[in-house]
């Protein structure tokens, strides 16, 4: 065969080359042993350090290695945990972490698993975007891959070198838009460690099935391009042509490697290539944009279950978003997608009710032809409104969401003036890391008088108000990601439908149970987080297998037990 663009059976192009997947072709000598001794406790995946029983020490040659005592798994967490609390600055808390995931893996995930409530901050938002931005000067040894423009053209190579061979989930980012903090190039690889962390914390999936990666085009940052401690290129960002033909070798190599039904989830990327990407992508792999749908389906959860607070159902609300980002129209979306299917009602009719201010002001038809086109379904007949409280004061909506990015924009008067023409004003002040927070939960209840129905991106503690105490929702996407990807992983999903989507909300949605309600609660507490993962999972294959694009066949009868017995538990094992 001369090319990879020979045209095999049928004319279809050979563009994963599973035609030629039985030539002799260049492969990795791995070779695997019984871990014993000094390398075993070295072994990240088997190391149980104390732990090991003095039968163990004696079959895998440990005798001296360690001291004498035994410490159960429970003990070892009990010593960690107090550890932790010692460290005063967060980002101390978030090394110790990543130098136990390096140690002993099952203790990290017990741990995580355990705590999560304390712990989720540490590992994620909002500990983990000052760790991005400081991950040059913190980096121990790598974790994941980095697939650089220097790699061109040898991706499935890069991908090869990969020990694990059997990869479900991969989280791949760019760096370019991390959290709310902007370009930060190669460091981004915080973040797909960190969310993959929770994929097998929260959703259950293998460690040493995740694969998190970075793709390292450059980067526009000034302070990174002149820090000596920057670990990535020293070049600005690759744009157009070369950006695209890199992104295309790396999805095929990805499919080339790892089949059809491994989960591609894009994370902060810009809302440029964010949205091509998905577009792109989602008709060939199978991939998922945790800022687009992800955020969508955690906030469309977080309003079904407010709608039992505030009464009516989705349609019969007004929707004002203050940003129109890659999380503002894909929640904008999903809300529209969800009443049209309720009420059998044209799409477009739909996304009437919901308006979005950007930082020009309001989105109206006048606009349209400067519109990007993400933006462009949303520009409605109304007359121009530059602020936000103008067109709060104008449309009167039932439902004010924030996803701008820029802290403090929910004033006192913009909520005040919610507060005015709602007994119940629904207030969703949802960017990240907190500093960036529209409002804080404090400022919501203050000054609605106690009667706002309130959720943020990031935590927030509980406020009293008047002798009232009000627990905020946190509208985080470690509620819907790891029990969305368990979903497809089960089912053995080979594309992502928006009705997967829709199903992973109502799933979530019914969790929230009176007792929650009663505190103010719109999301249930993480401490359950597993069990609401194996029914959002379960939720999510059932879509799957009832649309036709599940794999994994026969279907189970039970999906939830299903779902929780396919979950990685961390407890040790014992060894022979």
Not at 47 to 69: C, I, M, Q, T, V
Request: contains cysteine; aromatic residues 8%.
């Amino acid at each position: 065969m001369s090319s990879g663009m020979e045209m095999a059976g049928g004319g279809v192009e050979d563009a994963y080359g599973e035609d030629r997947a039985t030539e002799e072709q260049l492969i990795t000598p791995w070779a695997f042993s019984v871990a014993s001794g000094y390398t075993l406790l070295r072994d990240p995946r088997h190391n149980k350090g104390l732990a090991f029983s003095e039968a163990e020490r004696d079959a895998h040659y440990l005798r001296g290695l360690l001291p004498p005592a035994l410490a159960s798994q429970e003990l070892q967490e009990k010593k960690i945990m107090h550890n932790l609390r010692q460290y005063t600055v967060p980002l101390h808390r978030y090394i110790a972490m990543m130098d136990l995931q390096e140690r002993n893996e099952r203790l990290f995930y017990k741990l995580l698993i355990d705590n999560v409530e304390e712990l989720l901050p540490v590992v994620y938002t909002p500990t983990v975007g000052e760790a991005c931005q400081k991950y040059g000067s913190i980096y121990r040894r790598p974790q994941g891959l980095y697939i650089s423009l220097k790699d061109k053209g040898k991706v499935l190579e890069v991908l090869k070198n990969w020990p694990e061979r059997s990869i479900q989930v991969i989280v791949v980012t760019d760096g370019e838009r991390i959290l709310g903090l902007g370009d930060l190039g190669c460091q981004g690889m915080g973040i797909p460690v960190g969310k993959l962390s929770l994929y097998t914390a929260l959703g259950g999936v293998r460690p040493s099935a995740c694969l998190p990666i970075t793709i390292d085009v450059g980067t526009n940052n000034e302070t990174l391009l002149n820090d000596e401690f920057y670990i990535g290129l020293r070049q600005k960002r690759a744009t157009g042509q070369e950006y695209h033909e890199l992104l295309e070798e790396f999805m095929t190599a990805v499919k080339q490697n790892y089949g059809e039904k491994v989960l591609t989830q894009f994370e902060d990327f810009a809302n440029h290539n964010a949205f091509d990407l998905l577009a792109k992508y989602s008709k060939s792999h199978l991939v998922f944009n945790d800022d687009i749908q992800g955020t969508a389906s955690v906030v469309l959860a977080g309003l079904l279950a407010a709608l039992k607070v505030v009464g009516g159902t989705l349609a019969d609300h007004t929707y004002l978003f203050l940003g129109a980002g890659e999380a503002g129209t894909g929640i904008a979306d999903l809300i529209a997608l969800e009443m049209s299917k309720h009420t059998d009602t044209p799409i477009d009719d739909c996304r009437k009710k919901i308006w979005l201010v950007d930082s020009k002001g309001l989105i109206v038809e006048s606009r349209k032809e400067s519109l990007q086109h993400f933006k462009q379904p949303w520009a409605h007949a109304h007359e121009p409104l530059k602020t936000l409280l103008e067109a709060v004061e104008s449309i009167k909506p039932t439902v004010l969401i924030g996803t701008s990015g820029v802290g403090r924009t929910f004033t006192k008067e913009v909520v005040e003036a919610m507060a005015s023409f709602n007994e119940k004003p629904v207030i969703f002040a949802l960017s990240n890391p907190t500093s960036h927070s529209e409002c804080t939960a404090e400022q919501a209840y203050t000054w609605s008088q106690g009667r706002a129905v309130f959720a943020s991106g990031s935590p927030f503690d509980p406020v009293e108000h008047e002798g009232k105490v009000h627990v905020p929702g946190q509208s985080n996407n470690a509620y819907i990601f790891p029990g969305f990807g368990l979903g497809v992983v089960i089912s053995g999903a080979i594309r992502v439908h928006d009705d997967m989507l829709l199903a992973a909300s109502e799933a979530l949605a019914e969790q929230v149970t009176d007792e929650h309600f009663a505190k103010g609660l719109i999301f249930p507490p993480f401490t359950n987080i597993r069990t609401i993962s194996a029914r959002i999972a379960a939720k999510v294959a059932a879509k799957a297998y009832e649309l036709g694009l599940a794999s994994r066949l026969p279907r189970p009868d039970d999906l939830v037990k299903y779902a929780q017995s396919c979950m990685y538990t961390p407890t040790y094992r014992n060894y022979r």
